[in-house]
């Protein structure tokens, strides 16, 4: 497939309450404009950021999984975003990625946000992602992941980055700086998928979720508002901007330990 047609879901998120978020992306969703080909969601889009003390954990046997494979058939879409998943003991902030035929892939998020107390509370990923659907490869992010671009770099790998968040609003600067670059370095598409709102940390959420095309520029910004926004991003522009500009070919080799 050669377009590929997304929804940006940027939404509010209910602190500590998975069944109230579920329900609200839910609605969000039946009142969105279809058909589309995939729906993304906020990071940790049940609970808010650091929003699951005191909750039951979830496996990849819960509520919420199977939650998003209902949609997913419902809407023949793809569904993504990422949730707090409890496995083999451990606590990750899990991107999942669910097909409509229930197939699903994840990513353990990599780089947790230190600074806000995240690594003591889950354990870190150790594998990049790819996803392939629909004939695009689709490399999985979240949120921290954005401000190291080692780990995001396209390896010939790779024609989509897809980033959810919950970005503060007092460093959006450096969010859409940043995803920008990804896409101007990486010469793909990039959605950064943000939520709104306030936290129950008191932290405010800005929004200004984007689509950045393969040259860097801004295809679509939700702004600050909650709202669900229908993009389509162009398989050929991606193939068309590398062979015209083959930068990649002179990219230095490395190895991430």
């Given at each position: 497939?050669?377009?590929?047609?997304?929804?940006?879901?940027?939404?509010?998120?209910?602190?500590?309450?998975?069944?109230?978020?579920?329900?609200?992306?839910?609605?969000?969703?039946?009142?969105?404009?279809?058909?589309?080909?995939?729906?993304?969601?906020?990071?940790?889009?049940?609970?808010?950021?650091?929003?699951?003390?005191?909750?039951?954990g979830e496996g990849m046997d819960g509520p919420t999984l199977d939650w998003m494979k209902t949609l997913a058939a419902r809407y023949s879409c793809a569904l993504a975003g990422s949730a707090v998943i409890v496995a083999n003991g451990d606590r990750y902030n899990r991107f999942l990625f669910v097909k409509p035929d229930g197939g699903v892939d994840h990513y353990d998020k990599r780089h947790l946000f230190a600074f806000?107390?995240?690594?003591?509370?889950?354990?870190?990923?150790?594998?990049?992602?790819?996803?392939?659907?629909?004939?695009?490869?689709?490399?999985?992010?979240?949120?921290?992941?954005?401000?190291?671009?080692?780990?995001?770099?396209?390896?010939?790998?790779?024609?989509?980055?897809l980033l959810v968040a919950n970005w503060p609003a007092?460093?959006?600067?450096?969010?859409?700086?940043?995803?920008?670059?990804?896409?101007?370095?990486?010469?793909?598409?990039?959605?950064?998928?943000?939520?709104?709102?306030?936290?129950?940390?008191?932290?405010?959420?800005?929004?200004?979720?984007v689509v950045h095309g393969p040259l860097g520029e801004k295809i679509a910004d939700l702004g600050g508002t909650e709202g669900a926004r229908l993009v389509e991003l162009d398989l050929a522009e991606v193939t068309r901007i590398r062979a015209d500009l083959p930068f990649q070919a002179d990219a230095d080799s490395f190895d991430l330990m």
């Amino acid at each position: 497939m050669t377009t590929l047609k997304t929804l940006l879901v940027q939404s509010r998120l209910v602190w500590k309450d998975p069944r109230r978020n579920r329900d609200h992306l839910e609605s969000m969703l039946d009142r969105a404009a279809g058909p589309f080909d995939l729906a993304v969601l906020p990071e940790t889009f049940t609970t808010g950021f650091l929003g699951d003390p005191d909750l039951p954990g979830e496996g990849m046997d819960g509520p919420t999984l199977d939650w998003m494979k209902t949609l997913a058939a419902r809407y023949s879409c793809a569904l993504a975003g990422s949730a707090v998943i409890v496995a083999n003991g451990d606590r990750y902030n899990r991107f999942l990625f669910v097909k409509p035929d229930g197939g699903v892939d994840h990513y353990d998020k990599r780089h947790l946000f230190a600074f806000g107390g995240e690594d003591d509370r889950y354990t870190p990923g150790t594998q990049r992602v790819n996803v392939n659907y629909l004939g695009w490869r689709i490399n999985l992010q979240i949120c921290y992941d954005l401000r190291f671009p080692a780990w995001c770099r396209f390896r010939g790998d790779y024609d989509l980055m897809l980033l959810v968040a919950n970005w503060p609003a007092r460093r959006v600067t450096h969010w859409s700086t940043l995803l920008e670059a990804r896409a101007i370095e990486n010469q793909c598409y990039v959605i950064g998928l943000n939520r709104v709102g306030r936290d129950g940390n008191g932290i405010e959420y800005p929004g200004h979720s984007v689509v950045h095309g393969p040259l860097g520029e801004k295809i679509a910004d939700l702004g600050g508002t909650e709202g669900a926004r229908l993009v389509e991003l162009d398989l050929a522009e991606v193939t068309r901007i590398r062979a015209d500009l083959p930068f990649q070919a002179d990219a230095d080799s490395f190895d991430l330990m």
